[in-house]
């Protein structure tokens, strides 16, 4: 166990609709990651948050945001879903010196119909 | 852009043997290399991880081997046992202040047969 939790596992959804993720990183990590894992795309980094702030962002669709809270939980919302959406969602956290480990949560799987 | 190539796809290994894994990069601002297991229905754990200014690091039987002016790193199992059927990842970032985030190859699908 990795200590990052991840809700929900599974998300089955239609086209059109908004869906929101949730992570929970590891008690005291400050950076939290997003990634994509697609048949076709392989693992894609997405968007970093640190202590609240957006640091990075990857090849993230203008359909999708994240946010990280003050209780650094973070959330990813993606919205007018598409059938490729369709994916792993997978949330990561690292520690506060900027450490490279990243822990990975179990990952939310997304079915858009 | 895929700045980071992982081969082979996949790799079928009998029970005892070496499992061999390569990934090369193209950023030469790339620091930190690790390798990732992941089992099915599960993130990705880290597995094993290396800076370019060490040319090997062992851990068990894991080992990897970097060469920077080729700008390649494998992951070598050895005495692989069914338990290390896995998909593989390798990765590559650049150390920031904030977190570094990853770039990872394709992935390679390790099948150790008993």
Known sequence: DSGVTQTPKHLITATGQRVTLRCSPRSGDLSVYWYQQSLDQGLQFLIQYYNGEE??????LERFSAQQFPDLHS?????????????????????WRGGETQYFGPGTRLLVL | QQQVKQSPQSLIVQKGGI????????????????????????????????RPDVSEKKEGRFTISFNKSAKQFSLHIMDSQPGDSATYFCAASIRETSGSRLTFGEGTQLTVNP
């Open chain 1, 55 to 60: 640091r990075a962002k990857g090849n993230i």
């Open chain 2, 19 to 50: 499992s061999i894994i390569n990934c090369a990069y193209e950023n030469t601002a790339f620091d930190y290399f690790p390798w990732y297991q992941q089992f099915p229905g599960k993130g990705p754990a880290l597995l094993i991880a290396i």
């Open chain 1, 75 to 95: 959330e990813l919302n993606l919205s007018s879903l598409e059938l490729g959406d369709s994916a792993l969602y997978f949330c990561a956290s690292s520690d």
